[in-house]
């Protein structure tokens, strides 16, 4: 793999939970900073959620505050993200990203070097 891979997307009920994990495609993301991202159709990339390579130092778009939670298995560079009480509007392709981290997680898809390919998030009555 030249790049990460996300994986754990698929069609949920509004209410229910899903986790998606991003496999990375170097040995290692030190000294990065991590994010999921996710676009709609029609719709601009928007920044979901993001944390310092550690895991440390999360930080969510209002949207999903309270919701999701972003962390880091630190021993196999996982990067995940737990969406809990799903809803319609979190319908999107959801993104994985790393890039350099520079003192604080970065919000614009421009602070990121390496991208997943994507995963399919539905959420639908």
């Known amino acids: 793999q030249v790049q990460p891979v996300e994986s754990g997307g698929g069609f949920v009920r509004p209410g229910d939970s899903l986790r998606l994990s991003c496999a990375p495609s170097i040995r290692t993301f030190g000294g990065y900073g991590m994010a999921w991202f996710r676009q709609a159709p029609g719709k601009e990339r928007e920044f979901v959620a993001g944390?310092?390579?550690?895991?440390?130092?999360?930080y969510y778009a209002d949207s999903v505050q309270g919701r999701f939670t972003i962390s880091m298995h630190s021993a196999t560079s996982t990067l995940y993200l737990q969406m809990d009480s799903l809803k319609p509007e979190d319908t999107a392709i959801y993104y994985c990203?790393?890039?350099?981290?520079?003192?604080?997680?970065?919000?614009?898809?421009?602070?990121?070097?390496?991208w997943g390919q994507g995963t399919q998030v539905t959420v639908s009555s």
């Open positions: 944390c310092k390579w550690n895991g440390d130092e999360s």
């Open positions: 990203a790393a890039g350099f981290w520079a003192q604080r997680v970065g919000t614009r898809p421009t602070d990121y070097t390496y």
